[in-house]
């Protein structure tokens, strides 16, 4: 956390410069010899490339982030920060100095705490007398909350095509915060997954000046910078910030042989993630550690899970052939409840803020599905059937029972209602009833009506990429197929890119799917495709209408 | 508990000022010791007896974050009190093994004279042109460096939280650290006791 607030002088220079700048009155003791040369730098011609962000905004504080490019052979960079009420930067609130240096990759996090809540502020950076773009956000509500509004994001690949989605995003005023579910980058090399855009560097990522270059590439995109500079970003990673498919020792695409130590290779992808990415570390003594809680008052509360580098077990393979692909059966390894994907930690942390918060809805903002996703479809009662993706929550079934058990409450715990799941990943738009047995019609013996949606304990909202590709399906019989198998789903559209947005108030919460037309090139079309919600209390998800704007939003930053 | 800090802290700083009263023409002198509070001062007063020429003022106790990210300023005697020459918050170019945020002066000529440097936890500017108006934080509640997050931190890895500090000396005549109040009146108690305890060793 940053020092509260003070109009602290800015101190002299940053270098010799500075120093012969303060030079004053005294000079005259000072010798009479000339003055050695002195060190100068040339100016640096835009010393804010990579915009200006914020994020995990608490009803206090929030992060401030910019990265300085200076002259090359810079070490220390001081830059000033200005905080205030409105978007001409009059009304101030807070000043303050950072720092930052080559070991830092010049980027700059600050943490100006004694905020008011649920405002919103603009703010700017300055180094060497040039500024940053002008920057807004919003501290989180306290009490009573009459309504949120969240944009969710996933998948977002540079390679793949522009971010139409974000700049969408950027033009609602009327938003809360933004959650971004992970996939936030991509590590791949040119061509080797999307050709729209040339990655940087060209190679996959693994050393830290890999991991470095491509967020810098990632930050200097417009619509991104449009998007961070608008609202205030809560984010998790998922498996590309690092590698795909990653688990906690090690990822399908690591090659120790090649690439070196997985434990390197993590080391220098979070370095670079927490030096680029508006996040505050819980504990920076357990980086991989990354969940984190945001309590919207008396509403909403959001936990934001990790769930590849800190206990997730490793994924197993699926053997099972169907006609779409192997699958697997629960049973063997993945039936042994010592697998995780949460680790027991995080999952005892999950337990307790589900259990404690005060806030009506609990969101789970996290990377892989939760839902059951079967090909063949069975009640548990006869072996449950064939599950699709064991990189997902069906991979880890005995550890999914125990996020449910604490939906379903047990002798010392009441049941925890208004659990709304958000997940990203896969690229496409879905919507489920989460129950455990979602073939058994007879929800007597724990089943699920899919008429009614009794037998579902919470909801889960997947949101589609921003650019990544999903499922050719023109005409939604592949999404018509997996919903006869999978009746818990509601919704399920394959193809699409764009966002989700979250509606959230005491009766219920609403989730609309935004498109994009394209994500080939720059266009300014979106769609409103479907809003689904769960009323407070009900568990289940039916059908809803567009929500509408709040009046009068804050004004966007100029 | 404060007082215990201080206590300590002065103790340790007196035996330091007894070991590093060095005098002599062009000394190069190094001064160490630690920081306990964001608003602490250290104050070294050093003499040219003659005109000098690249006199060099550094720290390099910074250690990457280890320690406290150090500013100096550089005063000149001016009657009872001093006045700025100086004051530079980051410059590692002064000699090796400085870090980024390590500070120092280099001076191609400097004129006989006494003079102050003054060494604050960044980013505690001095107030005005003569010491005697004091630093930025003088009325702050003191905060032990290692609960305080310096203005220059960085939150990525909570780092400065250390309060060692060298500092540096070259082509210089004589270089004292300036005895707070207190560690002055230790001082005058610590040299009897040392002077009876030495008496008494000769026995």
């Known amino acids: 956390m940053g020092r509260p607030t003070k109009i602290i002088p800015l101190p002299a220079g940053t270098s010799r410069r500075g120093f012969f700048k303060r030079s004053g009155s005294a000079a005259a003791v000072l010798a009479v010899a000339p003055l050695a040369p002195l060190t100068t730098s040339a100016q640096p011609v835009a010393p804010f490339q990579h915009g200006v962000a914020s994020g995990d905004p608490l009803a206090d504080r929030v992060i401030l982030w910019t990265r300085v490019s200076p002259a090359a052979g810079r070490g220390a960079v001081t830059v000033s920060y200005v905080v205030a009420t409105d978007p001409g930067l009059t009304q101030v609130v807070q000043r303050g100095v950072a720092k930052t240096n080559p070991g830092r990759d010049f980027t700059i996090k600050v943490d100006p705490t004694g905020l008011r809540p649920g405002t919103t502020y603009y703010y700017r950076f300055t180094v060497d007398g040039q500024n940053s773009p002008i920057g807004r956000t919003r501290t989180l509500p306290a009490g009573a909350t009459p309504r949120v509004r969240l944009a969710v994001v996933s998948c977002s690949n540079h390679a793949f095509g522009y971010f139409n989605a974000y700049r969408r995003i950027a033009e609602r005023a009327d938003l809360d915060a933004v959650i971004h579910l992970g996939d936030y980058f991509y590590e791949y090399g040119t061509g080797q997954y999307g050709n729209l855009r040339t990655p940087e560097p060209a190679v996959e990522t693994v050393t830290l000046s890999d991991y470095r270059t491509r967020h810098a590439q990632y930050k200097r995109d417009a619509d991104s910078q449009a998007m961070l500079r608008q609202h205030p970003l809560i984010a998790i990673w998922d498996d590309h910030e690092v590698t795909n498919d990653s688990w906690r020792d090690g990822a399908q695409n690591h090659q120790p042989g090649t690439e070196g130590d997985w434990g390197t290779r993590v080391n220098v992808a979070l370095q670079a993630y927490y030096e680029w990415m508006p996040v505050r570390l819980p504990d920076v003594t357990k980086r991989r550690e990354n969940q984190r809680a945001f309590t919207f008052g008396n509403l909403l509360e959001l936990v934001m899970l990790e769930q590849r580098l800190s206990g997730r077990s490793q994924q197993l393979p699926a053997t099972i052939p169907t006609p779409f692909g192997n699958g697997f059966v629960q049973t063997g390894a993945f039936a042994d409840p010592a697998r995780t994907l949460l680790g027991a930690p995080q999952e005892a942390w999950l337990a307790n803020r589900l259990r404690t918060t005060g806030a009506r809805w609990k969101f789970l903002g996290q990377g892989v599905m939760f839902a059951q996703i079967k090909l063949q479809a069975a009640p548990l009662a006869q072996g449950g059937g064939v599950f699709a993706n064991s990189d997902q929550w069906d991979g880890y079934q005995p550890a999914r029972d125990r996020v449910y058990a604490m939906f379903k409450g047990d002798a010392n715990n009441a049941p925890v209602n208004n659990c709304v799941v958000l997940t990203g990943d896969i690229h496409s738009s879905w919507a489920a009833d989460l129950t455990q047995d979602p073939n058994n019609p007879n929800t007597a013996t724990g089943g699920y009506n899919a008429m009614t949606g009794e037998g579902s304990r919470a909801v889960e909202f997947v949101g589609t990429s921003v650019t990544s590709p999903g499922l050719a399906d023109p005409t939604g019989s592949t999404a018509a197929l997996l919903r006869s198998i999978n009746p818990h789903f509601k919704y399920i559209q394959l193809t699409q890119r764009g966002y989700m947005l979250m509606d959230v108030t005491p009766d219920k919460t609403v989730g609309e799917w935004w498109f994009v037309d394209t994500v080939d090139s720059i266009s300014n079309v979106q769609t409103f495709a479907a809003a689904y919600e769960a009323q407070n209390g009900s568990n289940r998800l039916t059908v809803s209408a567009q929500t509408t704007p709040r009046p009068n939003p804050p004004a966007l930053a100029p | ?203």
Do not use: C
């Open chain 2, 1 to 203: 508990m404060k007082s215990i800090f201080i206590i300590a802290r002065r103790a340790a700083a007196a035996a330091t000022l007894l070991a590093s009263a060095l005098s002599a023409h062009a000394a190069n002198i190094t001064l160490s010791n630690t920081m306990a509070f964001h608003n602490d001062v250290v104050q070294v007063d050093f003499t040219m007896a003659a005109a000098g020429s690249n006199v060099r003022i550094w720290t390099d106790s910074w250690f990457s974050g280890q320690n406290f990210d150090p500013g100096a300023a550089l005063w000149a005697r001016v009657g009872s009190d001093f006045s700025r020459l100086a004051e530079v918050d980051d410059d590692d170019t002064i000699a090796a093994g400085q870090g980024f945020y390590d500070t120092g002066f280099f001076l191609p000529a400097l004129a006989a004279g006494n003079y102050r440097v003054t060494l604050v936890a960044a980013v505690n500017a001095s107030n005005g042109n003569v010491l005697s108006q004091g630093f930025s934080y003088d009325r702050e509640t003191p905060i032990p460096l290692a609960l305080w997050n310096q203005p220059t931190y960085d939150p990525n890895v909570n780092d400065q939280k250390g309060g060692f500090w060298r500092l540096n000396l070259f082509g210089v005549s004589t270089a004292n650290r300036v005895p707070t109040p207190g560690t002055g009146w230790l001082l005058a108690l610590a040299l009897p006791l040392l002077v009876w305890s030495t008496a008494r060793r000769q026995r």
